[in-house]
Each structure stands twice: as C-alpha cells, then as structure tokens.
C-alpha cells in the first residue's frame, strides 16, 4: 500500500477463519491501522485488491455494510442524546430486542450493566470522560450485529479495570460467531485474542 509516494504495507496474505480472531501487531507506523482501512474499505490499494467477506473491500451496497462492524478512529456519537439513547437506537435499529426475545429497553438496561456505563448512562456525550467515551464505541461497535468486527486499539485511554472489560467484549463477540481483526499494541489483548497473528514491520524509507 501507497501513501503519496511511500510504500507503507508490503504485500499481506492473511487467512482468518470464520469465527476466529487476528490480532495486528507492530511497531508505531508499522501499517496496522492502513491495513484495517484497506480491509474495511475506505482506503483503496494503489495495486492489487482486497475482498472481504467474499465482495470486495470498497463494496458500498448496504448488505455488505451490515455485514461489518468497523471502530477506527473516532466515533460519530449524536451531542444531543444521551448514552442510554445511543443504547436505545442501537437495540431498536438492529432490532436487538426482537433478536433476544426481550425487549429493547431491556437490553438497554443489560448492556449499561455489564459494561459498567449505567453510572453515565443519562450523560451526553460530550459529558463522557475520554475512557468512558472509548467503552461507549467499544460497546456500540461489539454489540451491533455483524460477521466481521474491525477495532483499531481497543485500549484507547483505558485503564486496566476497562482494559479488562474490553478484552471480554471482544471475547464475547467472538463467542457469539464474529470473526474479529484487532489491531493493539496491548500484550494482554494480543495474549487473550490471537487465534492468529500477524506482526507487521515498519517499511525502510
Ligand atoms: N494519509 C497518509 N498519507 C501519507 N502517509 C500516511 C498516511 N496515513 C498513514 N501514513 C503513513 O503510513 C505509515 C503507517 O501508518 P499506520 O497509521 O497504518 O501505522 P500504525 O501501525 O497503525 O501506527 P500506530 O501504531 O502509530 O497507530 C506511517 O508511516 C504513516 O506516517
């Protein structure tokens, strides 16, 4: 892969089976986060092509999306609601409820409780500390059906407690079927999650 002029990511062969997790190591600048962007779609190679899921990468057609659930970079919450109303739309849209036989408010009440957000859960947010805003797009990413979940360094401006909770999050969504791509730097990540692994090196310049 091609930035301007500079080559940044050789050539990546890469199998990871359904169901399974890769976690994406290496050094600052290394590529991990150009890598997910090429599999996720919103950067295309200069050469060569990538499919996931089967389509290719850049696929916009609403049911590939659906398929993907991508946390790189920020997270577009709305300012105006709240973080029991990213939950409530989030259960709503994807039917979550319906899904789980219960209803959506209270998979909404679970889902504060088991990711410890229910302190906050009535705070906006620009309200969030940067650790609670990280577990809020951690939380709305896992949690969003999908068969391949994309997370560019889960432990963000965690601590260890929510360090912790992240790697379950992940955990469980890889029980519940996803497969995972998870680009870290956190050894505990990469200890709990790497069915397989892939340690990326910085291009020579
Ligand atoms: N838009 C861009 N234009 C030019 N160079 C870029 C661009 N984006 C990234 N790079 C370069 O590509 C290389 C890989 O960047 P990338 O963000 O993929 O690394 P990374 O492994 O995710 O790093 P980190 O661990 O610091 O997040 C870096 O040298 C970076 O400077």
């Not at 850049?58 to 590939?64: K, M, P, S, W, Y």
């Not at 088991?114 to 906050?120: D, F, K, N, Q, Y």
């Not at 992240?166 to 990540?189: I, K, M, N, Q, Y």
């Given at each position: ?76 919450a709305y300012r105006e609601l709240t973080?029991?109303d990213h ?37 906006l947010p620009h ?79």
């Amino acid at each position: 892969m091609v930035h301007g002029t500079v080559q940044v990511l050789g050539p990546v062969t890469v199998t990871v089976p359904t169901g399974t997790s890769l976690v994406v190591a290496g050094t600052n600048g290394s590529g991990k986060s150009t890598l997910l962007a090429l599999v996720a779609g919103t950067l295309l190679p200069r050469t060569g092509s990538v499919e996931t899921l089967g389509r290719p990468a850049h696929e916009t057609r609403v049911t590939a999306r659906e398929r993907l659930s991508v946390l790189t970079g920020g997270f577009g919450a709305y300012r105006e609601l709240t973080v029991r109303d990213h939950f409530r739309l989030m259960s709503a849209g994807w039917r979550l409820g319906a899904q789980a036989g219960t209803s959506d408010d209270a998979v909404v009440g679970d889902l504060l409780d088991r990711t410890e957000l229910a302190s906050v859960g009535d705070q906006l947010p620009h309200e969030l500390s940067s650790g609670e805003s990280q577990m809020l797009s951690l939380v709305s990413a896992c949690f969003r059906p999908s068969d391949l979940l994309l997370v560019d360094e889960p432990e963000q401006r965690l601590d260890a407690r929510w360090r912790a909770q992240a790697v379950e999050l992940l955990r469980d969504a890889r029980t519940s079927g996803r497969t995972l791509v998870v680009a870290t730097h956190d050894p505990t990540f990469r200890e709990a999650l790497a069915d397989v692994e892939l340690v990326l090196e910085p291009r020579a310049r």
